[in-house]
């Protein structure tokens, strides 16, 4: 059955930087595109950035652009993301999901989504 962990959430100052990773099992990572997702109280869930299965093509959210970056390793069956420069409009639940077919910024073509991690910027 297929599983993604994310990791690497938490609490952090502004202009912090965080690192989260979210490792697949269950699947044939190397052919899924990935994508992060991330909600916030009160809120519904919103698109963060994906990732193409080689790696190749990224595409990220507007308020993310340039202080965010996504990766993978399908050695490690492994999508990371990198945050910089971290804001308190960040917090929110952070999930990865995978999809298969065409790269989409749309959360219903994901099939399959992780538990979530917590990240708390505090101002």
């Known amino acids: 059955q297929a599983q993604l962990v994310e990791s690497g959430g938490g609490l952090v100052q502004a202009g912090d930087s965080l690192r989260l990773s979210c490792v697949a099992s269950?699947?044939?990572?190397?052919?899924?595109?990935m994508g992060w997702f991330r909600q916030a109280p009160g809120k519904e869930r919103e698109f963060v950035a994906h990732?193409?299965?080689?790696?190749?093509?990224?595409y990220y959210q507007d308020s993310v652009k340039g202080r965010f970056t996504i990766s993978r390793d399908n050695a490690k069956n492994t999508v990371y993301l990198q945050m910089n420069s971290l804001k308190p409009e960040d917090t929110a639940v952070y999930y990865c999901?995978?999809?298969?077919?065409?790269?989409?910024?749309?959360?219903?073509?994901?099939?399959?989504w992780g538990q979530g991690t917590q990240v708390t910027v505090s101002s």
């Open positions: 990732i193409n299965r080689s790696g190749s093509i990224t």
């Open positions: 999901a995978a999809a298969l077919g065409v790269l989409t910024t749309s959360s219903y073509r994901y099939a399959y």
């Open positions: 269950g699947l044939t990572f190397s052919i899924y595109n």
